[in-house]
């Protein structure tokens, strides 16, 4: 793609967005992985993927009502994966993970403990969207955190951050709310994890921007402890 006229490129990706919008994961096959490559789209279940979700994934309800299915974005090195609950409106429309409002501030979130997208992995409990972003429902977990499994297993994180009740409770196995389940090192399979909330729940709630704070600060220094690639951190924010 490096060979194309400036001017030509931003022509065809609006030809490929408008297929992905028509078609969705219909795509014809042949045409999915050179449309997802162009746009920079993670792939889900062809070429380099990080692991293999079927494009056609109906091993749950949410099949019917999903536009993409949302398999995780980032790097698959990561020594921290960031695992949230499920698609939203926009990632659903997008095909990414953490594109809309909540992705923007986890950017921020991210970006005040020295770390940037491409360095980290995120990856959500569901790949596809509940319809209304309600909750999701228990048989829709089981069907789909297998996939979540196997994307932990390639990556190999050091550190996870959980964000928010759902995924907290599933990947922990534990049915305390989020207010006890943060604060607190929990393993996941003996890899470090630690929990906050979701980034849209703190859209909803400004009064969780100082645990939030708390939180992600104490992932910076156990990841300093663990990992200690990241050289030294010069803290830019305080609240
Ligand atoms: S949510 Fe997961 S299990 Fe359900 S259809 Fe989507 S990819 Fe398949």
């Given at each position: 793609?490096?060979?194309?006229?400036?001017?030509?490129?931003?022509?065809?990706?609006?030809?490929?967005?408008?297929?992905?919008?028509?078609?969705?994961?219909e795509l014809p096959l042949s045409d999915a992985g050179l449309i997802r490559h162009f746009l920079d789209y993670p792939a889900s279940?062809?070429?380099?993927?990080?692991?293999?979700?079927?494009?056609?994934?109906?091993?749950?309800?949410?099949?019917?009502?999903?536009?993409?299915?949302?398999?995780?974005?980032?790097?698959?090195?990561?020594?921290?994966?960031?695992?949230?609950?499920?698609?939203?409106?926009?990632?659903?429309?997008?095909?990414?993970?953490?594109?809309?409002?909540?992705?923007?501030?986890?950017?921020?979130?991210?970006?005040?403990?020295?770390?940037?997208?491409?360095?980290?992995?995120?990856?959500?409990?569901?790949?596809?969207?509940?319809?209304?972003?309600?909750?999701?429902?228990?048989?829709?977990?089981?069907?789909?955190?297998?996939?979540?499994?196997?994307?932990?297993?390639?990556?190999?994180?050091?550190?996870?951050?959980?964000?928010?009740?759902?995924?907290?409770?599933?990947?922990?196995?534990?049915?305390?709310?989020?207010?006890?389940?943060?604060?607190?090192?929990?393993?996941?399979?003996?890899?470090?994890?630690?929990?906050?909330?979701?980034?849209?729940?703190?859209?909803?709630?400004?009064?969780?921007?100082?645990?939030?704070?708390?939180?992600?600060?104490?992932?910076?220094?156990?990841?300093?402890?663990?990992?200690g690639d990241k050289g030294k951190w010069k803290q830019v924010r305080t609240k």
């Amino acid at each position: 793609m490096t060979g194309l006229h400036p001017h030509i490129k931003p022509m065809i990706q609006s030809y490929f967005r408008q297929q992905m919008e028509i078609y969705g994961n219909e795509l014809p096959l042949s045409d999915a992985g050179l449309i997802r490559h162009f746009l920079d789209y993670p792939a889900s279940g062809h070429g380099n993927d990080i692991q293999e979700i079927p494009d056609n994934c109906q091993r749950c309800a949410l099949s019917r009502s999903r536009r993409h299915i949302v398999v995780g974005s980032g790097n698959s090195n990561a020594r921290l994966m960031l695992i949230g609950e499920a698609p939203g409106e926009e990632e659903d429309r997008q095909g990414r993970p953490f594109v809309g409002k909540a992705g923007q501030l986890l950017d921020k979130i991210i970006a005040a403990i020295g770390f940037e997208r491409q360095e980290i992995y995120i990856a959500n409990i569901l790949k596809c969207r509940p319809p209304g972003n309600r909750d999701p429902q228990p048989e829709e977990i089981e069907a789909c955190v297998p996939y979540l499994v196997k994307q932990i297993d390639q990556i190999k994180p050091k550190m996870i951050l959980i964000l928010g009740r759902i995924a907290a409770q599933t990947l922990l196995n534990n049915t305390a709310p989020l207010n006890q389940l943060r604060g607190e090192q929990h393993l996941y399979h003996g890899i470090p994890a630690l929990v906050t909330y979701h980034p849209a729940a703190l859209l909803r709630h400004a009064e969780w921007k100082r645990p939030v704070w708390e939180d992600v600060q104490r992932l910076r220094h156990l990841y300093d402890e663990l990992v200690g690639d990241k050289g030294k951190w010069k803290q830019v924010r305080t609240k």
